[in-house]
């Protein structure tokens, strides 16, 4: 038998900070058809409603990581206020102003507005580093630091001869990447 | 750009730890000394973080597409409905005529049927009662074609209708005693040979249950547990509410419209029921087929009423006997019919609490009802 069935805003949050796979899936689950609801009243399409909508989630599961934030509202509210943010500023983007028809309580997120999206822009400029800075680099830094491979099983399989020779050409790419973002970085600014 | 590699890598190995003795001393004191190689340090950090938030949003972007590719996109529609007939937005963004002559075609839509449901269930009643049901339905569904018309279709064309989406069997029951008693939808029970009652936030508790009494008209049963291993529910911790909900009162149920309690809030829409009925409120809790029975709370915790009838799997309109019609067929009841006496709970003891809180202890008293 199934423990406990109710998920509670507790249970959520928790597994939000611990990623717990199946209660996640359960919470996307739940508040789609609200973001959806949301774009698609303000002239957006269903694709544009999903990013929208991830960009949501991975804020506020970016943010449940940090130890000393506070959910003040319920995660639905969150979750609208966040996306209603995105969507406002998308919209302004494309029309040169916007107003969005609002059917649930939200935080006005004044003050935070760039942070919400801050996180997003990190994560295009690495990717377009990473994008700039080519195989076998990007290769061998994502299996170093992100998939945890150690130099030994970079070297066999990227073909270097040995760890050593790996571990150079990782340095070197290291300081490549080093370059390339601060030269997206300067543009952007 | 070779005393650039051997910087970083002294630097990552410094990070890691890697550095001992003679060497850690002598970095750290360049760290101190040399503000260039700080720098880089620091400018090595912020680019790690980079890279490794960007790992982390990467893995996780890749799980969101999983869940959106679980999506069900019948679910999906029955969620948006529910956003799309929320009565506020309609008033917004229609004009206020149509958004009224949408209520009202929501309602027809839902009341047609629940009446053609209604009338599939009526397989052994005679053939007058019948007959008049058909032509109410006939009626309706003139309205219905007319109300149509004039209306925005995309207004209707949003509601996802699935008439195979019936309540067959099974629902929900709630404990009204410590001692076993408990209330559930008649039409839950009212074919059975035998009634189970089944929890799955507790799943020891699994116990025969025989029906005491049914009032068919109110849609409303008594059932009391009959099992020997069975010995108390504990402590109930809400009463039923002698007096009515207030019109806009925000209420909230438990119910098992699958293996699993779901839990729906929502808010009193009308006084009267279905057609008028002066017993039920009309509630715009989201119900499923199972949530027949199932309690209905206000925010207090107290008992304002019981989920009544067949519902389509939509949300937007569903129908609560009210608690005053339930105290009153139990005070009706035939003097033999209890052998041991029901002793309603006097006490509530959710009051005050928040949600959570409350539905953590309405959880173990709320049931679903199996019927074979």
């Given at each position: 038998m199934k423990p406990a069935a109710i998920a509670t805003e507790a249970d959520f949050v928790n597994a939000l900070r611990n990623e717990e796979r199946t209660l996640m899936n359960r919470l996307y689950k739940m508040h789609f058809p609200m973001?959806?609801?949301?774009?698609?009243?303000?002239?957006?399409?269903?694709?544009?409603a999903k990013d929208v909508y991830q960009e949501a989630f991975l804020v506020l599961y970016e943010n449940l990581q940090k130890p000393d934030f506070e959910l003040s509202c319920k995660i639905k509210t969150y979750l609208y206020s966040v996306s209603r943010r995105l969507w406002l500023k998308r919209l302004t983007r494309k029309k040169g102003q916007a107003d969005i028809q609002d059917?649930?309580?939200?935080?006005?997120?004044?003050?935070?507005?760039?942070?919400?999206?801050?996180?997003?822009?990190?994560?295009?400029?690495?990717?377009?580093?990473?994008?700039?800075?080519?195989?076998?680099?990007?290769?061998?830094?994502?299996?170093?630091?992100?998939?945890?491979?150690?130099?030994?099983?970079?070297a066999d399989k990227m073909g270097y001869t040995n760890a050593d020779n790996a571990k150079t050409q990782k340095y070197k790419c290291l300081n490549r990447l080093k370059k390339i973002a601060e030269g997206i970085k300067n543009v952007d600014q | 750009m070779l005393t650039n590699n051997t910087n970083t890598e002294r630097i990552e190995q410094y990070l890691e730890g890697k550095l001992q003795g003679a060497e850690l001393t002598s970095f750290e004191q360049e760290l101190q000394q040399n503000p260039a190689l700080a720098q880089e340090m620091a400018e090595f950090q912020l680019l790690l973080t980079d890279l490794r938030h960007y790992g982390q949003r990467k893995q996780m972007k890749a799980l969101l597409d999983g869940f959106h590719q679980n999506l069900d996109q019948r679910e999906v529609e029955v969620g948006l409905a529910r956003y799309r007939t929320n009565f506020r937005l309609l008033r917004r963004k229609y004009f206020p005529t149509i958004?009224?002559?949408?209520?009202?075609?929501?309602?027809?839509?839902?009341?047609?049927?629940?009446?053609?449901?209604?009338?599939?269930s009526l397989e052994k009643t005679s053939q007058t009662n019948y007959r008049s049901l058909l032509r109410k339905i006939q009626l309706n569904q003139n309205k219905l074609n007319n109300l149509e018309n004039s209306l925005d279709t995309a207004?209707?064309?949003?509601?996802?209708?699935?008439?195979?989406?019936?309540?067959?069997?099974?629902?929900?029951?709630?404990?009204?005693?410590?001692?076993?008693?408990?209330l559930t939808s008649y039409h839950v029970v009212k074919k059975s040979d035998s009634i189970f009652i089944e929890s799955t936030?507790?799943?020891?508790?699994?116990?025969?249950?025989?029906?005491?009494?049914?009032?068919?008209?109110?849609?409303?049963?008594?059932?009391?547990?009959?099992?020997?291993?069975?010995?108390?529910?504990?402590?109930?911790?809400?009463?039923l509410k002698q007096d009515l909900a207030d019109l806009g009162e925000d209420i909230?149920?438990?119910?098992?419209?699958?293996?699993?309690?779901?839990?729906?809030?929502?808010?009193?829409?009308?006084?009267?029921?279905?057609?008028?009925?002066?017993?039920?409120?009309?509630?715009?809790?989201?119900?499923?087929?199972?949530?027949?029975?199932?309690?209905?709370?206000?925010?207090?915790?107290?008992?304002?009423?019981?989920?009544?009838?067949?519902?389509?799997?939509?949300?937007?309109?569903?129908?609560?006997?009210?608690?005053?019609?339930?105290?009153?067929?139990?005070?009706?009841?035939?003097?033999?019919?209890l052998k041991v006496p029901l002793n309603l709970p006097r006490t509530n003891r959710l009051a005050g609490q928040k949600r959570v809180a409350q539905l953590k202890k309405i959880q173990d008293f709320v049931f679903q009802v199996k019927v074979y």
């Open positions: 973001v959806l609801h949301l774009v698609g009243q303000n002239s957006g399409s269903e694709a544009e059917f649930e309580e939200f935080l006005p997120f004044e003050d935070s507005a760039a942070a919400v999206t801050e996180n997003e822009f990190r994560f295009q400029a690495m990717d377009v580093a990473l994008g700039k800075l080519g195989e076998p680099c990007r290769t061998i830094l994502e299996d170093y630091y992100l998939n945890d491979f150690s130099m030994v099983q970079i | 958004a009224a002559a949408a209520s009202v075609a929501l309602i027809t839509v839902f009341g047609t049927l629940f009446t053609l449901d209604y009338v599939r207004v209707l064309n949003s509601i996802a209708i699935n008439r195979d989406q019936y309540l067959k069997g099974g629902g929900t029951g709630f404990a009204v005693s410590a001692d076993g008693y408990l936030v507790r799943p020891d508790q699994r116990y025969k249950v025989e029906l005491i009494f049914g009032d068919e008209e109110a849609d409303l049963a008594l059932l009391r547990v009959n099992d020997k291993k069975f010995t108390t529910f504990g402590k109930i911790p809400y009463m909230f149920t438990l119910a098992y419209p699958r293996e699993d309690a779901v839990y729906g809030e929502g808010s009193v829409s009308a006084r009267s029921g279905f057609e008028g009925d002066k017993a039920a409120y009309q509630v715009s809790i989201p119900v499923n087929p199972g949530n027949s029975g199932s309690p209905v709370f206000d925010a207090a915790g107290n008992v304002v009423g019981i989920i009544k009838g067949k519902q389509l799997e939509s949300e937007g309109v569903a129908f609560a006997l009210k608690s005053p019609a339930m105290l009153a067929m139990i005070g009706k009841l035939p003097p033999d019919t």
